[in-house]
């Protein structure tokens, strides 16, 4: 059941951080999903190391998607920025 939550969690978080990053970001919908799967495992992460939270207890969890999507805003962030300076 875990991995249908990824696959619910991963395009809702990267969809939203791609709205809240101003600028293009030419990724379609695989890619969105990838972003919010990796800013899910960053939210985690963060989550886990201020907040000493466990991951045993899976399922869909508003902090959990809360930590997702801000997970996903500092990796589209870095995303960004990179690209940029390939740019330029």
Do not use: C, E, K
Not at 5 to 33: C, H, K, N, S, Y
Not at 37 to 48: C, F, N, Q, R
Not at 54 to 79: E, N, Q
């Amino acid at each position: 059941m875990g991995f249908l939550w990824w696959l619910v969690i991963g395009p809702l978080a990267g969809g939203v951080a791609r709205l809240l990053i101003p600028g293009r970001q030419p990724m379609g919908l695989l890619l969105t999903m990838i972003l919010g799967l990796v800013g899910s495992v960053v939210g985690g992460l963060i989550s886990t190391a201020i907040f000493g939270y466990s991951a045993a207890d899976p399922g869909f969890h508003t902090g959990g998607l809360i930590m997702s999507i801000i997970g996903a805003v500092i990796v589209l962030g870095i995303y960004v920025t990179n690209a940029q300076r390939r740019l330029s």
